[in-house]
T-cell receptor
Framework: QKEVEQNSGPLSVPEGAIASLNCTYSDRVSQSFFWYRQYSGKSPELIMSIYSNGDKEDGRFTAQLNKASQYVSLLIRDSQPSDSATYLCAVTGSYIPTFGRGTSLIVHP | DTAVSQTPKYLVTQMGNDKSIKCEQNLGHDTMYWYKQDSKKFLKIMFSYNNKELIINETVPNRFSPKSPDKAHLNLHINSLELGDSAVYFC????????????????FGNGTRLTVT
């Protein structure tokens, strides 16, 4: 059974700090990896996608992928209170886009 | 606006009733999905259609029946509603031209909060 694992948190960081969110997956044939942000009562919105090993940066966000270790992470630099949300890791491989249970991030002033 | 739209936004109904949720996307995507999100925020795939054909049907009670009249629409009909069906249901779409290509992210609708009393 394909699984995507995330620490549910909450992860609490002070404003301006780096928030580090982690995700592991079980399906070795997984090809595409995504991070979504979901505010309470809203739908998930795409933050980052990554397809090959290494780092991918977009503004304050950096996604890191290590396929050998089956591990993908999201770093948020200079965290802001507006970053407080649930972050969902999604992995797509054979047929099924599978989500982790999400990590709740709280950025306190 | 280009988007995935689903209706209704809220649905409150009693046990045993039958209800439908509609979803439409005007993004030109080939694949549409229904996900169920429980109270703990876990998003679980229910169904996926590629160009009107069912390609994913997870272990879902047969009281749930998806219908795709064309590739821009994927509706969800639920018979004999139960308390455990209460959740938020998300429709999503992606540009996946074939089952061997899965590089596209999902675009979600705003969700339908179903409450069964």
């Amino acid at each position: 059974q394909k699984e995507v694992e995330q620490n549910s948190g909450p992860l609490s960081v002070p404003e301006g700090a780096i928030a580090s969110l982690n995700c592991t997956y079980s399906d070795r044939v997984s090809q595409s990896f995504f991070w979504y942000r979901q505010y309470s009562g809203k739908s998930p919105e795409l933050i980052m996608s990554i397809y090959s090993n290494g780092d991918k940066e977009d503004g304050r966000f950096t996604a890191q992928l290590n396929k050998a270790s089956q591990y993908v992470s999201l770093l948020i630099r200079d965290s802001q209170p507006s970053d407080s949300a649930t972050y969902l890791c999604a992995v797509t491989g054979s047929y099924i886009p599978t989500f982790g249970r999400g990590t709740s991030l709280i950025v306190h002033p | 606006d280009t988007a995935v739209s689903q209706t209704p936004k809220y649905l409150v109904t009693q046990m045993g009733n039958d209800k439908s949720i509609k979803c439409e996307q005007n993004l030109g995507h080939d694949t549409m999905y229904w996900y169920k999100q429980d109270s703990k925020k876990f998003l679980k795939i229910m169904f996926s259609y590629n160009n009107k054909e069912l390609i994913i049907n997870e272990t879902v009670p047969n009281r749930f029946s998806p219908k795709s009249p064309d590739k821009a629409h994927l509706n969800l009909h639920i018979n004999s509603l139960e308390l455990g069906d209460s959740a938020v249901y998300f429709c999503a779409s992606s540009q996946v031209p074939s089952v061997s290509s899965y590089n596209s992210p999902l675009h979600f609708g705003n969700g339908t909060r179903l409450t069964v009393t």
